[in-house]
């Protein structure tokens, strides 16, 4: 199993003093945060994708896998067609963050890319409406 995934963190989220709803703290991972379920993980993730939206104006596919996954660590531009390709989202396509179609597969597609397998769809929208509800 992925670290990711065995942290019920699917998108990988660092630690840092930002604290989210079901983490688990202290993390007992020395790098990554951990949550309570998948499901606390995936709100994570779009939580973190709508902060980036609402505070640093980056409401693309580009703009917010820039951030999430930067050069310095990952190959980013790789990372965003991967992401394209799996949602049919074109990589300077404007995102609105509080949309279940667009951000559902926009997140089980960075799940996969993180982890290297499906996400569970269910456990993907059970997040979101965590996220929004």
Do not use: H
Not at 25 to 52: C, H, I, N
Not at 61 to 80: K, L
Not at 115 to 126: K, L, M, Q, T, Y
């Amino acid at each position: 199993m992925s670290r990711g995934l065995d942290n019920c963190n699917p998108g990988n989220i660092r630690r840092s003093r930002v604290r989210y709803r079901g983490e688990v703290r202290p993390s007992r991972d020395a790098a990554f945060k951990q949550f309570e379920s998948m499901e606390w993980g995936y709100r994570a993730v779009f939580v973190l994708l709508d902060t980036y939206r609402r505070r640093y104006g980056l409401d693309t596919v580009r703009g917010m896998i820039g951030r999430y996954a930067p050069p310095s660590e990952n190959d980013t531009a790789r990372y965003v067609r991967t992401v394209c390709e799996m949602t049919g989202l074109g990589p300077d396509e404007r995102i609105d963050t509080r949309s279940r179609a667009t951000m559902v597969p926009l997140v089980a597609a960075i799940s996969w890319v993180e982890n290297g397998v499906a996400a569970v769809r269910a456990e993907v929208e059970r997040g979101f409406d965590l996220a929004v509800g």
